[in-house]
């Protein structure tokens, strides 16, 4: 299960974007910094209408999304990495995430209080950065004080101490871990570190109901140091997803429609982060059940079967599959066999975005 922690200044609407995801959740949201002092968790499922057009063709029982899990980490102030305001305490909590949703204030509203006195997304961005920056910085020093000594008679010490030096200039300069290409052997060397910069981070600009369509200079700015940096940007308001939980489901895309917007942001937190990742989905359809499942692009048909059971991959012989659209456009599993669009896929088939699939194999 994707694990995304939201991080952000105290008081830039983390918990109540939190809440509205979770929809269930209990965080506590409230006009005062450290409101959040334990991490919450929660896990939503993602949203897909694919899904139920698969199930109503297979008149499946059950539907089971992929799910992500979202974790509410305490707002890190400057001086976070030293032990200001909450601390170290939770950058711990940031090093066991897959990705970072970075929520940055792009709202104006004199009644809730910002903790360093004026919005200034770009600032406020740099602050959290830094922080992270500083953090891994400590990590690294430590850990190659520790390596000083094996380092004289340990190739392997030696080439993760190479690693750790090249890491620790670039964020000396004020970079991040993930700005520097390591192969598969060199991510393996550090990875027990989990360096914080060396995840991949959203911006998710929080943004008033009013902005929500089109965005505003601040939210542009935060746009705009993504892009710079190969990070992921996406725009949200807080405040209406917190009016959306209130909806009834079948009222939410009209009121969204009214604002301007397609879609909820959940909906689109969850595709930024699929694209960032390099994540997409397959799914497997029956009168059982209609699944989905999220694999990394480029993934070959044994691996994909693999998510599901290892079983699955060890005793592969081929996959039955057809792109979504060819199943809806034949309306049945019957007549897309009928139209020659079931293929047979063997060990090599690299799985596409939406595909069906059904595996045989050898248990």
Not at 214 to 222: D, L, Q
Not at 231 to 237: E, L, Y
Not at 314 to 343: K, N, P, V
Request: proline fraction near 4%; aromatic fraction near 6%.
């Amino acid at each position: 299960m994707l694990k995304a922690g939201i991080v952000g200044l105290p008081n830039v609407g983390k918990s109540t974007l939190f809440n509205a995801l979770v929809a269930n959740a209990q965080a506590q949201a409230a006009n005062f910094p450290f409101c959040t002092i334990e991490p919450n968790t929660g896990v939503v499922a993602v949203p897909d209408p694919r899904l139920q057009k698969l199930a109503s063709i297979s008149k499946s029982k059950e539907i089971i999304p992929t799910r992500v899990e979202f974790v509410d980490i305490a707002g890190l102030v400057k001086g976070a990495s030293q032990g200001e305001g909450l601390g170290n305490k939770f950058l711990a909590n940031i090093r066991e995430v897959d990705a970072i949703v970075h929520v940055v204030r792009c709202f104006e509203d004199d009644d809730v209080i910002h903790v360093s006195g004026a919005v200034d997304p770009v600032r406020d961005a740099e602050v959290i950065n830094l922080e992270l920056g500083l953090a891994d910085l400590s990590q690294i020093e430590k850990r190659r004080e520790r390596l000083k000594k094996q380092v004289r008679t340990s190739k392997e010490a030696q080439q993760e101490d190479g690693v750790l030096e090249r890491l620790q200039a670039e964020l000396e300069r004020g970079g991040a871990a993930r700005a520097i290409a390591l192969t598969p052997e060199e991510l393996a060397l550090v990875r027990p570190l989990g360096l914080l910069t060396a995840k991949p981070i959203i911006y998710a600009t929080n943004v008033s109901e009013d902005d929500l369509a089109h965005g505003n200079p601040h939210a542009e700015a935060i746009v705009a140091l993504a892009s710079r940096e190969g990070a992921g940007a996406v725009r949200i308001s807080a405040q209406v997803e917190a009016e959306l939980i209130e909806l009834p489901e079948e009222e939410r895309a009209e009121f969204l429609a009214g604002l301007g917007v397609e879609e909820g942001g959940l909906r689109s937190l969850i595709r930024a982060t699929y694209k960032l990742l390099g994540l997409q989905t397959y799914f497997t359809t029956g009168e059982k059940e209609t699944r989905a499942w999220t694999i990394k692009a480029g993934m070959t048909a044994p691996q994909a079967a693999g998510v599901i059971h290892t079983d699955f991959e060890r005793g592969f012989i081929r996959a039955q599959t057809m792109s979504y659209d060819q199943l809806i456009e034949a309306g049945s599993l019957a007549e897309a066999r009928t139209r020659g669009w079931l293929r047979s896929e063997g060990k090599d088939y690299v799985v596409a975005e939406g595909d069906v699939m059904e595996f045989l194999f050898n248990v």
